[in-house]
């Protein structure tokens, strides 16, 4: 089922005659300054790598991983990327009623619907600048035994401490957690609130390489789980889930901390200062309100008569994408989100967006 994502690079190409590398795209949430060089020059020396079958269950890349971030290996899950697993939870857990913190990310909603699994949204509030309000979660957790979290969130770019998430699992031992982090990575200071190391028996952690890589065409993606639950996801594993190519990925992004950690850390610093001139220079439009953010993209909400519709279509015309947020579960139509880019393109959309919103 596909039936929340956005910003279609290829349907947009079509729609004007070009060919998708000649649109903007600020609608994907990757990282501008990646992929890490090290990682390309290594896929293109061992393209030959995809004339023959991979691993059958990953398991190098499984032992690279479990080893980066100390796990037993018995409790890691490789995936098709992240959306694979996703996907796959409601299956296994055998979930019979779910939560999503909205607005968020719509697969966990698709999961849901595909395995007919009834699900309701607690949704944060723009009057609130979109934080979360734990004791309201809380009270809904009560009625549900899976709770989907992503933090930092998508589309609002709020990060949920990791001493509040730890609380709220314990404090509902029976429900089962599941938290997606893959925008953690932009943050500074980001790994302090991680879920990933936890031993609490009930939650389980989604972690995708595709953002602060940019690498979301290889398809990497990890549950960290209790070693029960783990058991139960590779009932569902289809043989050869992993690729060659993202097999090589993950072993050399895993091991060369040298070279990676670096990589991440400048990744962190710049984003941080794109992030700051954006939103200085579009403060000062009236028809736009900006809402914090701590990771790679702003979300924003339009005044007087512009519409994220009207104002999409407008820059889609100059070959710009950005996001309509109209299909995210609990925000209107006045919501789109910029996903920041190289200097010279965020002084780009933000003089358009002036000149457009006048």
Known sequence: MINGHGGNIHQLAQDLGCRPSDIIDMSSNVNPFGPPPGLMALLKENILAVTVLPEVDAGA??????????LNPERVVPGNGTTQLIHTLPLALKTRQALILAPTYADYADACRMHGVPYTCVAARAEHGFVPDMEEISTCANRADTVFICNPNNPTGRLIPRIDIAELCRRHPDVRFVG???????VRGGEAHSMIRTTLPNVMVLHSMSKIFRVPGLRIGFLAAPEDTARRMKQ????????????????YLMERREEIDPFVEESRRMLDAERRFMSERLQGISALELFPSCTSFILARLHGNHTAESVCAALSRERILIRNCRNFEGLPERFIRISLKTPEINGMLAGRLADLLK
């Not at 890349?61 to 100390?70: C, D, E, S, T």
């Open 61 to 70: 890349a499984v032992q690279a991983f479990a080893a980066r971030y100390g």
């Open 180 to 186: 997606d982090e893959p925008y953690l990575p932009f």
């Open 236 to 251: 569902y594993f289809l043989p050869w889930s992993v690729n060659s190519l993202a097999n090589l990925a993950v072993i």
